[in-house]
């Protein structure tokens, strides 16, 4: 599957959730996985996406934490990150 893991954090760059941060919880087939963020898609119920349709990111929630706390807090976190990593480029620039 090459870069893709469980527990990694991914953006859905088509469909309604386009723009959504999700975490892998599941690989499905080749082409598929499941995710979940915690909230609306819970690991109970998540939601099958084409890995054609993700933005990967570096980061990775350890398989210990793998539960809808843990994956709510964790993409809070990588959220709020990118978020002064912008302000911080607009900042800079003038």
Do not use: C, W
Request: net charge positive; hydrophobic share 30%.
């Amino acid at each position: 599957m090459g870069l893709l893991q469980v527990g990694q954090l991914v953006t859905s760059k088509r469909g309604r959730d386009s723009g959504r941060k999700y975490v892998v919880v599941k690989f499905y087939d080749d082409s598929h996985v499941d995710v979940a963020d915690g909230s609306v898609r819970k690991l109970s119920r998540p939601k099958r996406k084409n890995i054609k349709h993700l933005v990967i990111h570096d980061a990775n929630l350890r398989l210990t934490e793998l539960e809808d706390k843990a994956i709510r807090s964790f993409i809070e976190q990588h959220s709020n990150e990118e978020e002064a990593r912008k302000e911080g480029l607009h900042h800079g620039q003038g």
